[in-house]
């Protein structure tokens, strides 16, 4: 069984997906976070393949991109990091990115290729779902990969439901109408994220966009089955010379 | 008939070709959705095409001249016309886009604009329009165009706008435009962003050129007065995103007998490494929401072009285009710094018309081009070149 669905399965409440930028702090330090966001609590990694022009993602995330892309990451240096990365990591994996660099690499290599090192799903936010249905989603099921959509406090109940239909893994409810690493309050979203609930979906949802504490953690749990932080985890590792013990600090304070 | 006039328009989908598209977060579909589903109804209105109309005329001055522009022509030995842009309002072709959106945004509801600019006249053009309707204006720049078309940017805070510098990447037009992308992720209810090139996710590439087609309406009636044809043989213009291109080509885009040449900025050369010559060195990919042709890397990142006109320094094309260049119905040309330099020279002293940089590039390749004494030909002529006194001053 697909991990994400498996963890699922065993865990309802307060999924931990925590967001790296792949050769972010330094090219060889992935191995390391993984390790030590396995180690300190989190149930889901989501990888980031840097891009340069990170549409969706607010400047921590932008700037951890740039970082890793002048550190030397790409895709084929990925997935050679990741190459033996499930004789230590059994927690999901997740690839986060944009479409561009997948295309220059190749869709159907991109899915081989994470499916052999034990990729277990991806988002790709700029691949909508019209897109989605008419050319790729037959690659991404063909290699057991989840393919996860993001919805907004803007999308409509009957896309949602489309929506729904099509994605598999979790659903991704932006917390609010923002690129990642905003400071909009999460409470004043609890309509939509009851909203959604009420809807009875057929997948998991998780929250997303501005969760970067305890308290934000708590409150976006609240209304869904966990909780995705990226940006407040890259700014704990900007300038760490510990790894393992910024993301230990780290996730103890969320987890605490 | 249908069929042929179908060969360069946008699908249903948004597509010319293989390229377009609308590759959008989530977080952008409910306004691009609804731009998609309303541009074609509320453009073809009566109502809004009285008010478009009347802007054109007696706002932005249209319909522009077409000069014939006799001792060129006689340089060249072709009957050359210099279809007038530069006498627009504001000083390029940009406004014709702006009036157009900014009528949308008001039937949109909108209240708060946004838009990118690189040499800054679609910015200028953005925020002349937002006064004109008093609206909220915030224009996005590159740090390092914010410091080459200063005059721009003094114009565009007289008008009341807020420019932002875009500090991301290569701090150019590119980079303008990705945060211009975030602010309208951000602000998704009462903002509309004005796209200035024929670029970005569907429907903005058709809706701006369809704002633009102007000029080649016009062209085709000035013509008929001039020539006794509405069809020159040539048609010239440059291409950074390719709006003033789209807007000239677009009435002739089915008169297969009317050469459509698109004049790329090859920056201090193809292989130089700094250039912004799309066609010749990029490969399909997807950038500001559509698949086009595209300067990258072979890992997919997106290279930073060199161009020395901020309104060419761009490494994308819009998909019309890629879809022109790889059809082979548009010619895709190229013009240097240097030679920009020295047609803007040329063309000042020759029809005594400064133009932009941009537009200067179009003027480099009448070298390049044998042309028959019968040769009608057209050039656009996109902007005037006041922003650019201070890079022509140290080139003179």
Not at chain 2, 67 to 93: M, N, P, V, W
């Amino acid at each position: 069984m697909n991990r994400i669905d498996l963890l699922f399965k065993q865990k309802k409440q307060s999924v931990l997906n925590v967001y790296c930028t792949a050769g972010y702090p330094q090219l060889n330090s992935m191995v390391e976070v993984l390790s030590s966001l396995q180690e300190n609590g989190a149930d889901i990694i989501e990888i980031g393949m840097p891009y340069s022009d990170p549409l969706a993602d607010g400047p921590v995330i932008q700037q951890s991109n740039m970082v890793a892309l002048e550190n030397g990451m790409s895709i084929p240096v990925l997935f050679e990091q990741l190459k033996n990365i499930r004789s230590t990591i059994h927690l999901p994996i997740i690839l986060m990115g944009y479409m561009n660099p997948i295309l220059q690499f190749g869709l159907k290599n991109f899915c081989e290729a994470a499916a052999a090192v034990g990729v277990d799903g991806v988002i790709l936010p700029d691949l909508p779902m019209f897109e989605f249905e008419n050319e790729y989603q037959p690659l991404f099921n063909k290699h057991g990969l989840k393919f996860i959509f993001l919805v907004t406090p803007e999308t409509e109940e009957e896309r949602i439901r489309k929506i729904d239909g099509l994605c598999s893994g979790f659903l991704y409810a932006v917390s609010s109408s923002s690129t990642t690493g905003n400071n909009k309050v999460i409470a004043d979203q609890s309509a939509y994220f009851k909203r959604l609930k009420e809807m009875q979906l057929n997948n998991p949802i998780l929250v997303g966009f501005g969760i970067k504490d305890k308290g934000t953690f708590q409150s976006a749990c609240q209304y869904s089955n966990g909780a995705i932080i990226g940006s407040a985890y890259i700014k704990a590792l900007e300038g760490s010379t510990n790894i393992q013990l910024s993301t230990k600090e780290f996730l103890n304070n969320v987890l605490a | 008939m249908t069929v042929q006039q179908n060969n360069f328009s946008v699908d249903t989908h948004g597509y010319y070709g293989d390229f377009g598209g609308a590759f959008i977060p989530e977080m952008l579909y409910p306004n691009v959705k609804q731009l998609q589903e309303q541009y074609l109804q509320i453009m073809g209105d009566p109502i809004f095409q009285e008010s478009f109309q009347h802007l054109l005329k007696d706002y932005v001055g249209r319909p522009t001249p077409l000069f014939f522009a006799e001792r060129l022509s006689q340089k060249h030995g072709a009957s050359i016309y210099l279809k007038r842009e530069d006498l627009c309002h504001t000083g390029a072709h940009k406004i014709n886009n702006t009036i157009g959106q900014i009528l949308l945004a008001e039937r949109l509801g909108k209240k708060r604009i946004i838009a990118e600019t690189g040499a800054g006249q679609h910015g200028v053009a953005t925020a002349t329009v937002c006064a004109l309707k008093g609206l909220e204006c915030i224009v996005y720049m590159g740090e390092k165009d914010i410091e080459r078309q200063a005059p721009n940017v003094a114009r565009m805070k007289m008008l009341g706008a807020k420019v932002v510098p875009a500090v991301s990447g290569s701090k150019t037009l590119k980079d303008a435009t990705n945060e211009a992308i975030r602010d309208w992720i951000n602000n998704p209810v009462d903002t509309h962003y004005i796209i200035g090139s024929v670029v970005g996710p569907h429907p903005y590439p058709d809706m701006v050129a369809r704002f633009q087609s102007v000029i080649s309406e016009e062209i085709k009636k000035q013509l008929i007065e001039k020539t006794g044809s509405p069809y020159p043989t040539h048609v010239i213009a440059c291409v950074g995103g390719g709006s003033n291109a789209a807007g000239a080509f677009y009435h002739f885009l089915d008169d297969l007998s009317v050469k459509l040449v698109a004049v790329e900025a090859a920056g201090c050369g193809i292989t130089s490494g700094m250039s912004a010559a799309t066609t010749q060195l990029g490969k399909p990919g997807i950038l500001h929401g559509s698949k086009s042709l595209l300067m990258q890397t072979n890992d997919g990142q997106v290279v930073e072009p060199h161009s020395i006109s901020a309104g060419l320094d761009y490494p994308g094309i819009g998909p019309l285009h890629a879809h022109l260049f790889k059809s082979g119905r548009g010619t895709f040309m190229s013009a240097t710094d240097e030679e920009a330099l020295q047609a803007a020279l040329d063309i000042s002293r020759t029809e005594g018309i400064i133009p932009a940089l941009e537009t200067a590039h179009a003027f480099s390749v009448l070298n390049d081009i044998h042309f028959e004494k019968t040769d009608v030909v057209v050039i656009c002529l996109s902007g005037r070149g006041d922003k650019d006194l201070d890079t022509y001053m140290k080139y003179l």
